[in-house]
């Protein structure tokens, strides 16, 4: 087995390049510890992806650090443990109730996933078995560890860690951590201090705190989803919302939202209830057509903890649930059937964000062929996917085999993304007294490439990271003043 005694690395392994499968690799005297192992999304070689061998022994990793319970930064968490890995999963509190409600999911539809290629290829010998299963996702849960938000912890000997609030969903962290050169363990002051970003939320989104701001590090390694954007103003992207359903209520159809059911929906409702009076929500019934998105916004309102001002404010007035008296919880399959029945005056939020799969296809399969039905696009579309077809508005799209004319009006509103816009992901860079050298990770190659143009120009060293690229951490600048002691 391969011994790392005597480095101290970093190993970028996935989003590397691209948005998905965010997983990196710290090594020092000895120890192995991965922050995150998520899965690759979208894109027709991802199913094969997923299923490689990682490019690491499973069972000679120490721990993981989890940045949040997304699945592009857990999903491949059960393949882990039923490969062999052992070792503790840390993460925070709201995003260890979050990940199981994800992970069950993700087991439900890799199962449904096998079960359909078996019956595709009923003739052939070879049967396809599910990703993983309820089994390994328990046995990740039982492996999880809870640490709390802003608090230094020495998860290994030689790596201490302190998880910070990213405003990406609930349960959102970057991380803070500092690594010790294998030979002089226990001397604080030779320790190397890296941050990785996770996945950085919108400076003043609804419900949750803005990212927090970092003042130093040696390293960091950080998101560009949207390196290259400009997200519209969240004022903007809340008018345009009620302009769409003022629309909406004038043609007389349907809106459908993909969503995702963690962050997306709940502040979906967040806002509809805000603007209930505003917007004359009453004539509408707004469904909420997602167990997990159900489930998830349960988890949110039992966080309180980690509310803004504002949300604390209109808390007061939440039972469970943001007051919405025309919102249905949509939790049966056959609940879900019976919305396919309305022609007219439904709002509609089902999964998946990305309508790649979920009960959001059979809603669009019955309202896309319509020119006054609206589809809101609220989230990132990987490439591949049906939501990024309809982005590029498509005129023919193919759900569960059937190709359907694209008549309903699509709208992207791309102020209410989880992700921070290239101005945010320089604001959230800024706060970096001393210009860390920055390695972009989880962007597609424009976007991560358009960001580290901007970071050049204030003059940080800036590299988009590849799979398989490997760093000397001994060669970062010890910096002395930084210590995990609060
Ligand atoms: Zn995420």
């Known amino acids: 087995m391969l011994r ?4 101290m690395q970093l190993e970028f392994f996935g989003a590397a390049g691209e948005v998905t499968g965010s997983c990196h690799i710290v090594r020092t005297g000895g120890r192995q510890l991965l922050l995150d192992c998520g899965m690759v999304q979208g894109g027709a070689d991802a199913p094969a992806r997923n299923r490689r061998a990682f490019p690491f022994e499973p069972s000679a990793i120490d721990a993981v650090v989890l940045s949040h319970a997304h699945i592009d930064h857990c999903g491949r968490l059960p393949l882990l443990v039923s490969r062999g890995f052992r070792g503790p999963i840390y993460t925070n509190p709201a995003c260890a109730d979050l990940l199981p409600i994800l992970l069950r999911d993700a087991a439900n539809l890799a199962l449904r996933d096998a079960e359909r290629a078996n019956r595709d290829l009923e003739a052939r010998a070879e049967r396809v078995t599910p990703l993983f299963d309820l089994e390994d ?7 999880l560890r809870v640490v709390a938000y802003d608090t230094a912890l020495e998860l290994l000997p030689g790596i201490t860690v302190r998880v910070r609030e990213a405003g990406h969903i609930l349960g959102s962290s970057s991380i803070e951590m500092w690594i010790q050169e294998p030979a002089t363990r226990r001397e604080q002051e030779n320790s190397r201090k890296l941050v990785f970003s996770g996945d ?4 003043d989104t609804p419900i949750l705190h803005d990212p927090f701001a970092f003042e130093s590090a040696g390293l960091g390694l950080v998101e560009s989803t949207y390196g290259d954007r400009r997200h519209r103003d969240r004022e903007n992207t809340v008018r345009e919302l009620g302009a769409i359903l003022a629309q909406a209520a004038r043609d007389g159809g349907n809106v459908i939202v993909p969503a995702f059911a963690i962050g997306r929906s709940q502040e979906l409702l967040y806002l509809l209830a805000q603007h209930y009076g505003e917007w004359h929500l009453e004539r509408w019934k707004i469904f909420l057509d997602s167990p997990m998105a159900i489930a998830a916004s ?9 509310f803004d001002a504002e949300a604390s404010r209109l808390r007061a007035s939440f039972r469970g649930m943001p007051p919405l008296p025309n919102l249905v919880l949509s939790e049966s399959p056959d609940d879900s059937r019976a919305i396919n029945e309305i022609r007219a005056g439904a709002i509609i939020i089902a999964g998946s964000g990305m309508a790649n799969g979920g009960r959001v296809l059979h809603h669009l399969k019955h309202n896309l062929e319509r020119s006054e039905c609206h589809v809101i696009i609220v989230g990132f579309q990987a490439p ?4 990024r077809q309809l982005v590029d508005r498509q005129p023919q799209v193919r759900i569960h085999g059937r190709q359907l004319r694209l008549a309903a009006q ?5 102020g209410l993304s989880a992700h921070g816009d290239q101005e945010q992901l320089l604001r959230w860079y800024d706060n970096f007294k001393d210009r860390p050298p920055v390695y972009l990770v989880h962007g597609e190659l ?3 490439e358009a960001l580290a143009v901007k970071l050049r120009e204030r003059g940080a060293s800036a590299t988009v990271a590849r799979p ?10 010890v910096l002395a003043r930084d210590s995990p002691t609060p």
């Open 384 to 387: 591949g996917t049906l939501g």
């Open 446 to 448: 424009p976007a991560s």
């Open 4 to 7: 790392y005694d005597r480095i």
């Open 468 to 477: 398989g690229l490997q760093i000397d951490l001994s060669s970062l600048a």
């Open 298 to 306: 349960r988890v949110y309102w039992k966080h309180p903890e980690r």
């Open 200 to 203: 950085l939320g919108q400076y």
């Open 410 to 414: 699509i709208h992207t509103l791309g």
């Open 137 to 143: 996702v328990e046995a990740v849960v039982r492996q």
